[in-house]
């Protein structure tokens, strides 16, 4: 069965601190893929990113970096230099093909202080 | 319009009466998707639909629950007799690509049961 793990509710950190959101996967499937959602205040979720199962190449956008490691069933999510602007709820996702159900870990809370 | 979009925005209902929440696709996506966030939990699957037909209707909660698409659109989530428990913001989300791609979120109805 689907199953993603959050296990940081809630993570504080001042302003221009790295901080790592960690999530980790459970899935019998050899074809799924893993995203990253972020949930301002204001509410609508936002897409950040898509791995699939095949491709284990870390990605980086601007101060956004992922690292997919299916030996340790993981697609953490590194913020570096964190804004106050990046406060949010963080949430991972999962994908089987074939069942085209999308499962969502319980987030992680972001507060960046100025 | 260009994003997913979702009526009413706020509902304030009593114990026992009956809701219908409305979702608007992207243009073009034929799959669509309804979650369920309660306050300060993660996004609880409810139904997806392909076209007009609901291939996995295991998330939702009760027989009080259902949800029909028509016209490979419009979807309406309706919630009969509501509970205090059904207290929650309802999300809706399209895709081109269902299971592989990303989902389109709307910014979802809060529903608050009296």
């Known amino acids: 069965a689907q199953k993603v793990t959050q296990a940081q509710t809630e993570i504080s950190v001042v302003e221009k601190e790295d901080v790592t959101l960690d999530c980790v996967y459970e899935?019998?499937?050899?074809?799924?893929?893993l995203f990253w959602y972020k949930q301002p205040p204001s509410g609508e979720l936002v897409f950040l990113i898509r791995?699939?199962?095949?491709?284990?190449q870390n990605e980086i956008s601007g101060r956004y970096s992922w690292n997919f490691q299916k030996s340790t069933s993981s697609f953490n999510f590194t913020i570096t230099a964190s804004q106050v602007v990046d406060s949010a709820v963080y949430f991972c996702?999962?994908?089987?093909?074939?069942?085209?159900?999308?499962?969502f870990g319980t987030g992680t809370r972001l507060k960046v202080l100025a | 319009g260009a994003g997913v979009s979702q009526s009413p925005s706020n509902k304030v209902t009593e114990k026992g009466k009956d809701v219908e929440l409305r979702c608007d696709p992207i243009?073009?996506?034929?799959?669509l998707y309804w979650y369920r966030q309660s306050l300060g939990q993660g996004l609880e699957f409810l139904i997806y639909?392909?076209?007009?037909?609901?291939?996995?209707k295991s998330g939702l909660p009760s027989d009080r629950f259902s949800a029909e698409r028509t016209g490979g659109s419009v979807s309406t989530l309706t919630i009969q007799r509501t509970q205090q428990e059904d207290s929650a913001v309802y999300l809706c989300?399209?895709?081109?690509?269902?299971?592989?791609?990303?989902?389109?979120f709307g910014e979802g109805s809060r529903l608050t049961v009296l």
């Open positions: 989300a399209s895709s081109l690509e269902p299971g592989t791609g990303e989902l389109f």
């Open positions: 899935t019998r499937d050899t074809t799924y893929y």
């Open positions: 791995r699939n199962s095949f491709d284990e």
């Open positions: 996702a999962l994908s089987e093909r074939g069942t085209y159900k999308y499962i």
């Open positions: 243009s073009g996506h034929t799959a």
């Open positions: 639909f392909q076209g007009n037909s609901a291939p996995d």
